[in-house]
């Protein structure tokens, strides 16, 4: 079956620049949602989108703005990366927002 | 065996044996709680749910019990087999509905199956 798909796996960038993150949700979920994972630690929420409307905002830092396409799958921009934004960035996907979401495999962003 | 996840996030038992995953979590107001499995380089994978109204559910080798009163949630996992080893976390959401909608993760808790 068909799982939500991240790209790309791995992403090394320099301080100070930017990078775009992609998920593309299971064929016919509506629903994603961006976490955020640092090194040993739990996930943290970042935001969602349900029909391609912001639904909920996390800790999301101003230098990160996200969107949902009419195809549904949605970007991750981030400006301005700090070292401490190195952290493994998961997206979720579901069918309307009150089901079982389903993880991708993450991107690793690492900042140098 | 037995772990406090907050405290203890390693838990290691035999191969074969039930393990009780615990956790903590921090808002009275919760209503839907999720335990996810996280093995090295995936993103998490949903075990077992469990809603408010309800104090204990069984799913296929894993039961989740909830304590309102004392705010904590366990998952128990019965013969654990080696595939089980991977990080435990809880989430808890405010939003009775489901989804992954601003879950609040706990600390995992690392579960290492010996031979």
């Known amino acids: 079956a068909a799982g939500v798909i991240q790209s790309p796996r791995h992403l090394i960038k320099e301080k100070r620049e930017t990078a775009t993150l992609k998920c593309y949700p299971i064929?016919?979920?509506?629903?994603v949602y961006w976490y955020q994972q640092g090194p040993g630690q739990d996930p943290q929420f970042l935001i969602s989108f349900y029909e391609k409307m912001q639904s909920d905002k996390g800790s999301i830092p101003d230098r990160f703005s996200a969107q949902q396409f009419s195809d549904y799958h949605s970007e991750l921009n981030m400006s301005s990366l700090e070292l401490g934004d190195s952290a493994l960035y998961f997206c979720?996907?579901?069918?309307?927002?009150?089901?079982?979401?389903?993880f991708g495999q993450g991107t690793r962003l690492t900042v140098v | 065996g037995e772990s406090v996840g907050l405290h203890l996030p390693t838990l290691s038992v035999q191969e074969g044996d039930n393990s009780i995953i615990n956790c903590a979590y921090s808002?009275?107001?919760?209503?839907?709680f999720i335990w996810y499995k996280q093995e090295s380089g995936k993103g998490p994978q949903f075990i077992i749910d469990?809603?408010?109204?309800?104090d204990k559910r069984q799913g296929q080798r894993v039961t989740v019990l909830l304590n309102k009163t004392v705010k904590h949630l366990s998952l128990q996992i019965a013969a654990t087999q080696p595939g089980d080893s991977a990080v435990y976390f809880c989430?808890?959401?405010?939003?009775?509905?489901?989804?992954?909608?601003?879950?609040?993760f706990g600390k995992g808790t690392h579960l290492i199956i010996q031979p």
């Open positions: 808002n009275s107001a919760s209503d839907y």
């Open positions: 469990i809603r408010s109204n309800m």
């Open positions: 064929p016919r979920h509506d629903t």
């Open positions: 979720a996907s579901s069918l309307g927002m009150n089901t079982e979401a389903f």
């Open positions: 989430a808890e959401n405010m939003n009775s509905g489901g989804g992954a909608d601003g879950l609040t």
